[in-house]
């Protein structure tokens, strides 16, 4: 089974809150290892999208095959 985590909003405001809510784990510290990684390998989905939704922009979880 595959899980899909994503971002449900207009396309600009989805890339530029993602980028912003991830710049500010990575200069906090709450990235899941250091360097150079992709998204996925950088958080935890389900508290990333909880993040995105306090900023305004709905997370979706698809989960099947």
Do not use: I, K, N, Q
Request: hydrophobic letters at 55%; a neutral charge; charged letters at 15%.
């Amino acid at each position: 089974d595959a899980v899909v985590y994503g971002a449900v909003d207009r396309p600009a405001l989805a890339a530029g809150t993602v980028a912003a809510v991830t710049a500010r784990w990575v200069l906090t510290g709450r990235t899941t290892r250091a360097g150079a990684a992709g998204l996925a390998g950088l958080v935890d989905p389900v508290p990333f999208l909880h993040e995105l939704a306090r900023a305004g922009v709905t997370g979706a979880v698809f989960d099947g095959a």
